[in-house]
């Protein structure tokens, strides 16, 4: 098992910034993908950005230019550096954690932090 602590969310106006953390602790993968999901009420949970453990990263055309997802392997920690923040994109924010061995993977996911962006 994999458990997922995200912090960081909060409430900023149109134009700041934010940065969130998730730091994972557990059985942990030597190949593994950390990442950072969004969802709206009633919607679908959509992808932000993720990056593994060799450091490729892979982000949302929304967000492309804006956030910044980077890692730290030795403390197992991910994190986002949102930048020019705007309303939309107000969500609650998941980690996600993906492990792969012998060709299997393995998904986690975390609470979730509230990210609110005023105008």
């Known amino acids: 098992q994999v458990q997922l602590v995200e912090s960081g969310g909060g409430l900023v106006q149109a134009g700041g910034s934010l940065r969130l953390s998730c730091a994972a602790s557990?059985?942990?993968?030597?190949?593994?993908?950390m990442g950072w999901y969004r969802q709206d009420p009633g919607k679908q949970r959509d992808l932000v950005a993720t990056i593994t453990s060799g450091g490729t990263t892979n982000y949302a055309e929304a967000v492309k230019g804006r956030f910044t997802i980077s890692r730290d392997n030795a403390k197992n920690t991910v994190y986002l550096q949102m930048n020019s923040l705007k309303p939309e994109d107000t969500a609650m924010y998941y980690c996600?954690?993906?492990?792969?061995?012998?060709?299997?993977?393995?998904?986690?996911w975390g609470q979730g932090t509230q990210v609110t962006v005023s105008s």
């Open positions: 557990g059985s942990m993968f030597s190949i593994n993908t």
């Open positions: 996600n954690y993906i492990g792969t061995i012998l060709k299997t993977r393995y998904n986690y």
